[in-house]
């Protein structure tokens, strides 16, 4: 699986940003997915994860109510609706895919990562 993630950019606290994420191979319908980010200094954290179906979300407890992630294995597209952005949530952004059909909160659970996307919210 090859992921290739866009969407970022510089915005205001109170935006919104749609992250969108599209994977090449076969199995993208079959795996679990998440997004991550990375601010600078800091730690690579779990943000978001739905399993290969939508029939799981999960979220950090700092985006729930704010971000949203779906997916459309029609057209192998994973997505994150961001709203109401503040400027903590400034970072690079990853899509990843996991080992199985559901997501994690665990780095280690994911094998294939896109390239980063950065979003900065400014004050």
């Known amino acids: 699986v090859q992921l290739q993630a866009s969407g970022g950019g510089l915005v205001q606290a109170g935006a919104s940003l749609r992250l969108s994420c599209a994977a090449s191979g076969p199995t993208f319908r079959n795996n679990g997915m998440g997004w991550f980010r990375q601010a600078p200094g800091k730690e690579r954290e779990f943000v978001a994860g739905i399993s290969w179906n939508s029939g799981s979300t999960h979220y950090r407890d700092s985006v729930k109510g704010r971000f949203t992630i779906s997916r459309d294995n029609a057209k192998n597209t994973l997505y994150l609706q961001m709203n109401s952005l503040k400027p903590e949530d400034t970072a690079v952004y990853y899509c990843?895919?996991?080992?199985?059909?559901?997501?994690?909160?665990?780095?280690?659970?994911?094998?294939?990562w896109g390239q980063g996307t950065q979003v900065t919210v400014s004050s």
């Open positions: 990843a895919a996991a080992r199985g059909s559901y997501s994690s909160v665990y780095r280690q659970r994911y094998n294939y």
